[in-house]
């Protein structure tokens, strides 16, 4: 899958560009602060309806303007596509494929995979639970229509139970009216475990080849699923911390609480990784979930690799561009400051390259 054109409106700090892409590896140059990012934001805007960098849509519209649109033509084996993104404050986000608008946005999700890989990354090393869950629901999602059916169940679900509970606290509800909510959050959550457990015994195999690929063959890397599901009764557990829910007026247990321990050598890399090392770690996460994707839904995703340089030392950039040239990617689009030595690069991994000048 590659796209060939893109359109932005009073998109971020973008009041209006159009760019064409013809090649396999796009590498857009410029100074700092010429919007290089916003454009590979935009572009993850097409593929899950959102910002990769800020998900408060009238945040990323251009100061003294109230709407932006981003459209985008794409060419899939011998279909073409036309996406079309709207926001205007005060209005619904709309999204259109070919001219018809989605009656729901869930409903784009998987029609075109991205995979960014980005400096806020070492967030989901240096970050909480949530990040690297949202990362794993985000993987899931795109692959799994049925996944991201119960994920929007789940998530009301527990809206509906900590209503309950503040309810319960002001004494303006009763306990039974809990049960309701806990059978269905008890059935919901169990599939959503299963499916992380799942996702994650697929994954490693192809996070660990990428990681040893980016010649880091001397070190083993790791995955460790963290839920409270995995021990014990979840409906038990929910009557046993009941007395602390109502207390909290929330629910302290369950998948919302699930997290990702990533190990280096069987330590954690948060700890006792290097920042070389853990820059390497994520930048194999990625291509690993890359390959998930592409696997899963039979299409190549387009890899945004933003500000490269600045994640890795030159041998390492090198290494990477070489193997994000072989056959086995689609597109990838490159983010730099500094156009000659990028170009320099690419020369050397393959001639089907374009450099865009962001002015």
């Not at 409906?235 to 109502?246: N, Q, R, T, Y």
């Amino acid at each position: 899958m590659q796209i060939t054109q893109l359109q932005l409106l009073h998109f971020k700090n973008h009041r209006s560009l159009e760019l064409s892409f013809n090649s396999k590896l796009i590498a857009l140059c410029g100074s700092n602060g010429q919007g290089k990012t916003n454009v590979l934001d935009a572009i993850h805007y097409l593929s899950v309806c959102k910002s990769y960098i800020n998900p408060v849509d009238k945040q990323n519209v251009l100061h003294g303007e109230s709407f932006f649109s981003i459209s985008g033509s794409l060419k899939a084996s011998e279909e073409s596509i036309e996406l079309l993104c709207m926001f205007k404050e005060g209005n619904k986000k709309i999204f259109k494929k070919n001219q018809v608008k989605y009656d729901k946005l869930s409903d784009h999700i998987g029609v075109f995979p991205v995979v960014f890989v980005s400096p806020y990354d070492g967030d989901l090393i240096a970050e909480s639970g949530e990040i690297r869950r949202r990362w794993m629901d985000s993987v899931l999602s795109q692959v799994d229509r049925d996944y991201l059916a119960h994920l929007i169940q789940f998530q009301r679900l527990l809206i509906q139970r900590n209503a309950v509970l503040k309810r319960i606290h002001s004494n303006q509800d009763v306990l039974s009216s809990l049960e309701v909510w806990d059978e269905q959050l008890v059935i919901v959550s169990a599939f959503l475990s299963q499916q992380r457990r799942s996702f994650l015994e697929d994954f490693l195999p192809l996070f660990n080849d990428q990681y040893t690929l980016l010649g880091e063959s001397r070190e083993h890397v790791g995955m460790e699923y963290k839920s409270d599901l995995l021990h014990g009764d979840f409906a038990e557990k929910l009557k046993f911390a009941l007395e602390k829910d109502i207390h909290l007026q929330y629910t302290s247990m369950g998948i919302q609480k699930d997290d990702i321990l990533f190990h280096l050598n069987d330590y954690p890399i948060k700890k006792f990784g290097s920042q070389g090392q853990q820059k390497s770690f994520i930048i194999a996460l990625r291509l690993a979930q890359y390959r998930y994707l592409k696997e899963k839904i039979g299409k190549s995703p387009v890899l945004l690799l933003d500000d490269v340089f600045d994640r890795l030392d030159f041998s390492r950039v090198k290494r990477l561009l070489g193997m994000v040239s072989d056959s086995q990617f689609g597109q990838v689009i490159i983010s730099d400051t500094d156009a000659k030595r990028l170009e320099n690069l690419l020369k050397d991994v393959t001639k089907d390259y374009q450099i865009i000048p962001l002015t």
